[in-house]
């Protein structure tokens, strides 16, 4: 028998409300605006150099061994004011210029036909392989022996430390062009020198670029090693002779010149790829 009390509550069939997914600040594979990076990059720094000067403050080490960033740069400035310091940089710059563009112009060319054409991978890879585990401060003996103490034989290890590197990633560089891009061109009837040099060499290309922007960073690591051999000028050789008077804030200095130019040429080359290629940053949405 149906009575009124035990009637039973009608179900709610709205939908529940919808949950705002939370915000963060960290976001997957976010990308950032210029201004943005700009300003992270400088709280970054900033909280560098604080820290650095509370430790040099502290007492923890010896002032000598330790210097602040304050000691640093009245150092760098006492090196360009008084030492000819800027007549170093420029022959370290010179150094570096020279054996990456000699680098570059045998890479490329061998990373192209690597890259596109098997039957060659197959004969140079064992060779390039093989030397790019081998250490180039290990032909430093070979060198000196050879080329003697002089000018050939840094230019020699900066540019071995480099090469062959270079040679491999510009040939993955070369083997990741989409082959339907080839597969087209060959249906138009484009030939295999034209497809090497008008779809593979250009699509190939801003790849090519950040690689050599990358490597080039390789190339500033070995170039104190190439000049503290017998060697009167250049950042590194300065730093040997500072090393002799136990200068540690000229050694500072000069790391520091080294680092300052280092991303000032990671800075070109990001601009150079961001004018020659405006349509990636424009697929990328940025």
Not at 143 to 160: C, D, N, R, S
Not at 208 to 227: G, I, K, N
Request: charged share 15%; proline share 6%; hydrophobic share 55%.
């Amino acid at each position: 028998m149906y009575h009124p009390n035990l009637a039973l509550p009608l179900l709610d069939t709205r939908p529940p409300p919808a949950r705002r997914a939370p915000r963060h600040r960290l976001r997957l594979m976010q990308r950032l605006p210029a201004t943005t990076r700009t300003l992270l990059g400088g709280a970054g720094a900033l909280v560098f150099l604080l820290a650095w000067q509370g430790l040099a403050a502290s007492g923890a080490w010896p002032r000598a061994l330790f210097p602040a960033p304050t000691d640093v740069v009245r150092a760098l400035i006492d090196l360009f004011v008084n030492h000819q310091f800027g007549a170093d940089v420029l022959a370290s710059l010179a150094r570096v210029g020279f054996s990456f563009a000699l680098a570059a112009a045998i890479a490329l060319p061998l990373g192209l036909v690597m890259g596109a054409f098997a039957p060659i991978e197959a004969v140079l890879n064992p060779i390039v392989a093989a030397f790019r585990y081998l250490p180039a401060t290990a032909f430093i003996p070979l060198f000196l022996m050879w080329l003697g103490a002089g000018e050939e034989q840094k230019l020699a290890l900066l540019f071995i430390g480099v090469v062959f590197f270079l040679i491999t990633l510009l040939a993955d560089n070369t083997r990741a062009v989409r082959a339907e891009l080839i597969e087209t061109a060959r249906t138009l009837g484009a030939t295999r020198r034209q497809i090497l040099s008008t779809v593979i060499w250009r699509a190939s290309l801003p790849a090519y670029v950040d690689t050599l922007r990358q490597m080039l960073a390789v190339s500033w690591t070995y170039l104190v090693v190439a000049e503290i051999v017998a060697t009167t000028d250049g950042i590194g050789a300065m730093m040997m002779r500072a090393k002799r008077f136990v200068h540690v804030d000229d050694i500072m200095a000069g790391i520091l010149v080294i680092g300052v130019l280092g991303l000032a040429f990671d800075g070109l080359f990001r601009a150079v790829h961001g004018w020659a290629f405006p349509y990636l940053r424009q697929s990328r949405g940025t």
